[in-house]
């Protein structure tokens, strides 16, 4: 059932304002965030992977009361589905983390004086590390932003390549951190891409640059646009069979901002 769990049960019944409700089950609490959709016909309960938290999608006319006994009694079901959830893997000494679907060690180097703070890549006899000099207290950020850097040098790099094909240019591209989607091109020509696509096998990154500079000429998910992206990128069947099957393990390593809660993965 893709990355997320779904239970559905039809409710009618008067509409409250509230954002969330908590639900107590063998000593722990679930908090569960309610979602009111105009077009939902049914309560629809969710435990998502890449975000680690539970949304109750709601009927407009759905109450309160109804959504709390219903998220009660599947209490057991949330408690199970979070069991299965793969741990989170902060950025620490001793973790090890995938830059372009190659394992790296995580290491801490404070004796590195002449490469204090700096972030550097070694090969040693255990394999490919990832050392981070100065003080252990900014290890988990200097990681993140050393990764952060080399997405977007590879995007750029792959994203200039593909518009020079396509013969448009976008306006900026940036990098954040959503669990919905790996890009977006909005209406005015601006690229978004995650930054975990530098851990992912380098055509990933590539095809997801291929197809969010295609949407700069088909702003849409048409057969032109399908046509140009796979004209772009000859592996775009075998990124997108990836992201499938690989693309949530990519969102277990660090810690992710409260705020990055969106519905599934998907391009954009």
């Known amino acids: 059932m893709g990355f997320e769990s779904v239970l559905n049960f039809f409710g009618r019944a008067p509409k409250k ?23 939902a016909r049914r309560l ?19 109450g309160l009361r109804q959504a709390k006994e219903f998220a009660q009694n599947h209490a057991e079901w949330i408690a ?10 902060p950025f620490e000494p001793g973790a090890r983390i995938f830059l372009r679907d190659v394992e790296h060690l995580l290491l801490h180097c404070p004796d590195a004086s002449e490469r204090r703070g700096a972030v550097w890549l070694e090969q040693r006899e255990s394999g490919p590390a990832l050392c981070v000099g100065g003080d252990p207290a900014h290890f988990e950020r200097r ?37 919905s989607r790996w890009g977006s091109c909005s209406a005015k020509g601006a ?11 380098p055509y990933v990154l590539d095809y997801l640059a291929a197809h969010e500079t295609a949407h700069l000429r088909h702003h849409d998910h048409s057969a032109p646009f399908w ?5 772009l990128c000859p592996r775009m069947e075998q990124a997108e069979a990836w992201l499938k099957a690989h693309g949530a393990r990519l969102h277990r390593y660090g810690r992710r901002p409260e705020a990055a809660r969106e519905r599934e993965i998907s391009a954009g």
Do not use: C, Y
Request: positive net charge; aromatic residues 4%; glycine residues 2%.
């Open 17 to 39: 304002t509230v954002s969330e409700i908590e639900v107590a089950h063998r000593g722990a609490t679930f908090r569960i965030a309610l979602k009111r959709v105009a077009t």
């Open 143 to 179: 990681v993140a932003d050393f990764l952060r850097r080399e997405a977007r040098r590879d995007l750029e790099k792959a994203v200039r390549r593909h518009a020079s094909a396509v013969g448009r240019a976008p306006v900026a591209l940036s990098l954040r951190d959503t669990s």
């Open 227 to 231: 046509s140009l992206t796979k004209s």
């Open 44 to 62: 629809t309960l969710r435990v998502r992977a890449a975000t680690r938290d539970i949304v109750l999608t709601m009927p407009p006319r759905a």
């Open 80 to 89: 199970q589905r979070l069991a299965r959830l793969p741990r989170r893997l």
């Open 191 to 201: 690229l978004n891409f995650s930054w975990r696509l530098i851990m992912a096998p």
